[in-house]
């Protein structure tokens, strides 16, 4: 795979998009994982205004420290990057204090940390008039839907979002990302503990891959195979609410 070729595009793409959107920059949340370490990558390398947030809400220290690095590379490499913290912890702890106990669930409450982010990441954007960039990848954005929605699915632009997640580890490796991002197991963030992704789905993304891209039938598999197509094909039905577009109720002409 030509890893320069898919860079240069990305890179010309985000720049092209920016000024023809009449904006000055790029706004991104670094998590501390592979896809915001190489879609903040690609903003630098556009040369053109980039801010990096870190956000943690009851972070888990592997995590925030691994964004730092990562922010600090950035900043160490990138004389446009610039980079702020901001603790959402006490925000997220406001809205436990006001939500009824009946509905935090923790999925709910792990969604609400997402959406918290996006509101903060809007903020600055707002403010700067930069676009707020994606970070989802092709098997989280368009196969399993595994992203909150109106969380960090709430972009401006997705520049990672056609390529599968070994594309963007590889792309990482041919970009110099930090080896501790690099080696660490994919994760949301969004729990008190450490769970993986794969812990959540259930299958690893080498799996969905396979799974994204599976042309036969169901009834052809056995074992762990036709384990992977079911937690494939029941995400992707779950959520096609956040990948399709917005329905819309179109009222007939004669009632009008």
């Given amino acids: 795979m030509d890893y320069n070729g898919i860079q240069n595009h990305i890179v010309n793409w985000l720049k092209e998009y920016c000024i023809s959107s009449n904006q000055n920059g790029f706004v991104v949340g670094v998590s501390g994982g592979v896809d915001s370490a190489v879609t903040s990558t690609l903003c630098a390398l556009t040369g053109m205004p980039t801010l990096v947030l870190n956000l943690p809400i009851l972070q888990q220290s592997m995590q925030f420290n691994r964004s730092q690095e990562h922010i600090d590379w950035l900043c160490n490499n ?5 980079a702020d913290e901001i603790d959402l912890t006490s925000v997220f702890k406001n809205f436990e204090d006001t939500l009824p ?38 098997v989280e954005d368009f196969g399993v839907g595994f992203y909150t929605k109106y969380g960090d699915g709430g972009v401006d632009l997705s520049p990672i979002a056609d390529l599968m997640k070994s594309e963007v580890f590889g792309l990482a ?25 794969e812990d959540q789905i259930g299958a690893t993304y080498d799996e969905l891959e396979w799974a994204m891209q ?5 009834k052809e598999l056995h074992g762990r195979e036709q384990e992977v197509l079911e937690i494939y094909n029941k995400m992707h039905v779950a959520n096609l609410h956040k990948m399709n577009p917005i329905p819309v109720c179109k009222i007939p002409m004669d009632l009008k």
């Fill in 78 to 82: 990138f004389s446009n990057v610039d």
């Fill in 214 to 218: 599976f042309k036969g039938e169901l």
């Fill in 173 to 197: 490796r041919h970009m110099g990302v930090v080896l501790s991002i690099l080696n660490a197991p994919p994760t949301d963030g969004l729990w008190n503990d450490d769970r993986s992704d």
């Fill in 101 to 138: 106990n009946s509905i935090q669930d923790h999925l709910t409450m792990a969604n609400l940390r997402s959406r918290i982010r996006m509101t903060t990441l809007y903020a600055f954007a707002s403010n700067n008039k930069c676009l707020v960039v994606g970070t989802g990848n092709k």
